[in-house]
């Protein structure tokens, strides 16, 4: 299951710069919506992206526990946190660390923060929600 995790998290990285892309074709430029509205949005159209492709991706996933939804999410949360802040934020963007940390300053309209939470919660929300049905 671990490696049909890391395919459909690749797939949720992919579709994390077609969100950017998003963001700042049709947000910014085409609507004309500045920041940091423009990046609150984002986070929710990422967050309706993802659930889409993971919801697609879920009979590939094999999860079949409650366990295994965490394991999954666990895993997502860290390979996102630790993409997004040192390899994206870090050394391409050359961000400080206090401009890093900003970026998941909740009280400051910033919601990357809650975000990455969603993501690491997604496997479990979604199992929860399936077995439900």
């Given at each position: 299951?671990?490696?049909?995790?890391?395919?459909?998290?690749?797939?949720?990285?992919?579709?994390?710069?077609?969100?950017?892309?998003?963001?700042?074709?049709?947000?910014?430029?085409?609507?004309?919506?500045?920041?940091?509205?423009?990046?609150?949005?984002?986070?929710l159209t990422g967050?309706?992206?993802?659930?889409?492709v993971v919801w697609?991706?879920?009979?590939?996933?094999?999860?079949?526990?409650?366990?295994?939804?965490?394991?999954?999410?666990?895993?997502?949360?860290?390979?996102?946190?630790?993409?997004?802040?040192?390899?994206?934020?870090?050394?391409?963007?050359?961000?400080?660390?206090?401009?890093?940390?900003?970026?998941?300053?909740?009280?400051?309209?910033?919601?990357?923060?809650?975000?990455?939470?969603?993501?690491?919660?997604?496997?479990?929300?979604?199992?929860?929600?399936?077995?439900?049905?």
């Amino acid at each position: 299951m671990l490696w049909r995790a890391v395919i459909v998290w690749f797939a949720l990285f992919v579709s994390a710069f077609l969100n950017g892309a998003l963001r700042e074709i049709l947000i910014k430029n085409i609507i004309g919506v500045q920041e940091p509205l423009a990046h609150q949005l984002s986070c929710l159209t990422g967050a309706i992206l993802w659930t889409s492709v993971v919801w697609l991706a879920w009979r590939f996933l094999g999860i079949a526990t409650v366990r295994d939804a965490a394991m999954v999410g666990a895993e997502w949360f860290v390979a996102t946190l630790l993409t997004e802040t040192f390899l994206i934020n870090r050394l391409m963007s050359k961000l400080s660390w206090n401009q890093i940390f900003q970026t998941y300053n909740v009280m400051q309209g910033e919601y990357w923060g809650l975000v990455l939470v969603y993501i690491g919660l997604l496997p479990i929300i979604l199992f929860l929600l399936r077995r439900a049905s």
